[in-house]
């Protein structure tokens, strides 16, 4: 914190004002022959509560300075606030001048003085020590500990047991604990620069009657380090989150604008990442699996803001700990529930409101709920004529949040919580021409309660534990021309995730634990077997299925129980960190029927079985401060989609997809100055279902697992992380994702494939609770297949298109610019922020879709949302 005082020493930057009991006619008889000069200058605390809100004020203050050179009177007269007023007036009480001259003598005068706070944002050069000391058994905290650093800092620790130590040097230091009933402990920490190393001590005590020769060696346990990032991943804050334009404040969409993440089609909420299917990149929140991120459309995430702490991008190389998916992981992490009283938010603008409460309840239980509700499809119609909705989904949707949290004793919680989500978009092109109708009902909904418990132990391990239980729903109804299609998969899931961390030694530290899961599932489909389509698949938009109804239904259980560890080993002074880890995962999987229906035949089902193991390594390599190395390999492995077992539209034999990551990159310089990240990739992958090659496939193989995909690319991340006033980044992704429907078979440009992707934004916090934002997104059109001609089916009554090489054009390039302006208002504990939001600010025609005219001689475009001003606000307290 520094404070920039405005020089009074000159007329150019004081602003002086005559005496009060100086008439106007004297004034004007006399003349200023010196101005004051400050010679004491007196530093006014930065008030607490405006520091942690990261606040910068001016208070401009009216000063009368006596003959003397004392300050006799201060009064505000621009104030910033009661905290910056009251400090700014204490602080020029004690002020000292040489004092102002009128005709060459000492005389009083009043000046108008400009008092600044600005928080002094630096390069750290320092680390800090937090910690608390508990007994072993109690797990009471312990008061009156003397805590020792080498440094010759001292400290003890308050009622609650806790100690800190801040602006010490990095590298290994011996941290000594004494006091009474305790015996002198010597342990060491490592602290590096900027960043905060937090401990639990758990120490028994003495019984103060009890024999030296029977008493116990002091027990210390230390809360192990934070679990190493992955080789290649990207970390966005909440705070960082809620200010990129675009995303209305919500921190989860943040995840469309980080490296390897295409642009998903609008009014999808599309997560596509490093060119794979939507479907083959994992979601957590917190250990508990979700099946995707955004509502439909895409406008909004699943999960309240304000219960974000953090949000990891891993787009490949994942460790051992996580399976199931052979696309990107992201981790989701909540913040934990603290502080007292009652908080929350209320957040409504455009699209839909929200809500969340969180307090503080007797024996250390806390408690949170929150929840969103959708308008958008209400509102829409006011600020546009052209029919969006007809071709871009405009979703209903909510979702609501709980969480208890039940902190046992240090380092111990226990926690409640459940979620649900559900959305409902009806989309309809109306049409007098039955043949012509187009419309699309898509319901999805889904929920999970799950439980965590979480426990440090009194050997230095972390402890946890988090069974879930939920259900998904998903059905889909699309009716091009006369023939409807219809799709509905249910599925109940049940999960447990349970791992043990230690440090065992200083070098090397041990994850071990299991990741089981059971999915079963229901499914029903009616309709054409080219509807809805599949990647390989020659399609255009609006293109009426084939007439061959069929109908199949069927259930699914797939049940795996995998043990996995993970070592991360430091080498060369812990420059050098590699990371092994091996996952042993046993899958079972059940279908009911093997062949379609007949009559009244009993159905005949499988069950098959496979033991997959997958060994994944990774490391890094730092050999100076701000350039690090980076490289992993790892094998992975998912099960099919339930729906795709069918024995009708699908293929009950199939079994698990397999993907290779290879990754590698450098990183140079720091996030908190600025950072430039580089990395390549290349996955590959096959197994994959396609739809068979044959005219008429042999029974119940409508699919086969012949399909390969091939994914290669590079990378580039420019990042300022957030400070003071400003952060923002620049990424560009150059990749090309391909399949192809057998081994020998020719590739075809894949459909998630955006060759190129740039994203470029910014936030900048101007002063006064003004900020301003801006982000400019770039990206590759969609691989599509071109139409050549058409024919007329006298059968059907409507042309017939015929198709060039697969995949072998593009949607157009699409580029937008969207911007935010926000203005905070402060009122003590309570703030309220209005902002607007501005999506598309050019109004720019983006091409989303190709479509044809009926008989396929014209071509052209269904276009993107239009410039939509989001304005809201939203209260805190």
């Known amino acids: 914190m520094f404070l920039l005082a405005a020089a009074i020493a000159t007329a150019r930057s004081a602003h002086a004002e005559p005496d009060s009991t100086t008439s106007p006619a004297s004034i004007g008889a006399h003349k200023l022959t010196k101005a004051p000069k400050l010679t004491r200058f007196v530093d006014a605390p930065y008030p607490d509560v405006e520091k942690a809100a990261k606040r910068s004020a001016t208070v401009v203050l009216s000063l009368r300075i006596s003959a003397t050179g004392t300050v ?360 007098e021409d039955p043949t012509n109708v187009e419309s699309q009902t898509h319901d999805t909904s889904f929920q999970r309660v799950w439980l965590r418990w979480k426990k440090q132990t009194s050997d230095g391990a972390e402890i946890s534990v988090v069974p879930s239980f939920g259900q998904n729903s998903d059905s889909l109804t699309d009716q091009f021309g006369v023939i409807p299609t219809s799709l509905s998969v249910t599925s109940t899931i049940a999960s447990l995730r349970a791992s043990w961390r230690k440090k065992i030694v200083p070098w090397l530290t041990v994850t071990t634990g299991v990741d089981a899961q059971m999915t079963d599932s229901q499914f029903s489909r009616t309709g054409s077997n080219t509807s809805p389509p599949r990647s390989g698949d020659p399609y255009v938009f609006g293109e009426a299925p084939s007439d061959q ?33 091996i996952r042993v995962e046993p899958y079972v999987q059940t279908v009911s029927r093997t062949a379609p229906a007949v009559g009244t035949t009993p159905p005949v089902g499988l069950f098959e079985e496979w033991t997959e193991v997958e060994p994944r390594v990774s490391a890094r390599w730092r050999p100076i401060p701000l350039v690090t190395w980076k490289a992993a390999y790892g094998l992975y492995h998912q099960p099919p989609a339930p729906a795709d077992l069918s024995a009708v539209f699908g293929n009950p034999t199939l079994g698990l997809e397999t993907a290779e990551h290879l990754v590698g990159g450098v990183s140079v310089g720091s996030p908190d100055v ?103 997104r770039y990206a590759t059109g969609y691989p599509r297949t071109p139409v050549t001609g058409a024919y007329f089916d006298t059968k059907s009554g409507t042309y017939e298109p015929t198709f060039g090489a697969l995949n072998s054009i593009r949607i157009p390039d699409f580029f937008q610019l969207d911007a935010r302006a926000a203005k905070r208002f402060d009122f003590g504990h309570t703030s309220l922020e209005v902002y607007l939001d501005v999506q598309n600010a ?6 989303e879709e190709i479509v044809y005219s009926l008989d396929y001689t014209q071509r052209r475009y269904i276009t993107g949302l239009p410039l939509l001003p989001v304005l809201g606000a939203r209260l805190a307290w």
């Open 72 to 431: 006799d009177e201060v009064r505000v007269t621009e104030s910033a606030g009661p905290a910056f007023d009251a400090a700014a007036t204490e602080a020029a009480r004690r002020f000292v001048f040489e004092p102002a001259e009128v005709d060459g003598k000492p005389s009083p005068i009043r000046i108008l003085y400009r008092y600044d706070f600005v928080l002094r944002v630096e390069q750290p050069t320092t680390g800090a020590l937090v910690g608390q000391v508990v007994q072993s058994l109690t797990k009471k905290p312990i008061a009156g500990v003397r805590v020792e650093i080498d440094t010759h800092d001292t400290t003890t620790t308050d009622i609650d047991g806790r100690f800190h130590f801040d602006a010490l040097p990095p590298g290994q230091h011996t941290v000594a604990l004494s006091g009474d009933h305790l015996t002198r402990l010597e342990t060491t920490e490592s602290l590096d620069v900027g960043r905060k190393v937090s401990v639990t001590y758990t120490v028994e005590l003495e019984e103060p009657n009890k024999p030296a020769a029977d008493q116990d060696d002091l027990e210390v346990v230390v809360t192990p380090p934070a679990i190493a990032k992955q080789v290649v991943s990207t970390e966005v804050s909440a705070d960082e989150a809620r200010r990129v334009p675009g995303t209305q404040g919500d921190v989860l969409k943040v995840v469309e604008n980080l490296p390897g993440v295409a642009r998903p089609p609008v009014g999808s909420g599309q997560l596509v990442v490093w060119g794979a299917a939507p479907e083959d990149t994992r979601v957590y929140v917190d250990g508990v699996p979700l099946p995707n991120l955004y509502h439909q459309g895409g406008f909004r995430s699943v999960l309240h803001s304000d219960m974000v702490q953090s949000v990891e991008l891993v787009p490949g190389g994942w460790g051992a700990d996580y399976g199931r998916g052979i696309g990107g992981l992201l981790n989701v992490q909540l913040k934990p529930l603290e502080g007292t009283g009652i908080h929350g938010s209320a957040q409504t603008d455009l699209l839909d409101s929200s809500v969340d409460v969180r307090a503080r309840l007797p024996h250390d239980v806390y408690v949170e709920v929150a929840g969103r509700k959708s308008y958008l499809d209400s509102l829409l119609p006011l600020f546009t004529s052209r029919n969006v909705g007809g071709y871009i989904p405009i979703p209903k949707y909510y979702d609501a949040q709980a969480r208890v949290v039940w902190n046992v004793a240090p380092g111990e919680t226990l926690e409640l919580g459940g979620l649900v989500s559900s959305d409902s978009v009806y989309d309809n092109v109306p049409s």
């Open 549 to 581: 109804i069929a109908h199949g239904d069927g259930t699914s259980i797939s049940n795996s129980v995998a043990p996995f560890i993970v070592s991360d080993l430091g080498f060369l002074d812990d420059k050098l960190h590699v990371i092994p880890s």
């Open 674 to 776: 600025v950072s430039v990240e580089v990395t390549g990739f290349r996955v590959t992958s096959q197994g994959l279902a396609v739809r068979s090659s044959l005219p008429s496939p042999l029974l119940a193989q409508s699919l086969v697992a012949t399909g390969i995909g091939r994914t290669v690319g590079i990378q580039f991340l420019v990042r300022k992380q957030l400070s003071k006033r400003f952060f923002g980044w620049i990424t560009y992704t150059l990749s090309r994702a391909e399949r192809a429907n057998a081994e020998n078979a020719p590739y075809y440009p894949y459909d998630y494939d955006q060759t190129n992707v740039l994203v470029a934004l910014a936030s900048y916090e101007i002063g006064h609770g003004f900020s301003l934002g801006a982000r400019f």
């Open 842 to 847: 050019t109004n720019r025609s983006n091409p």
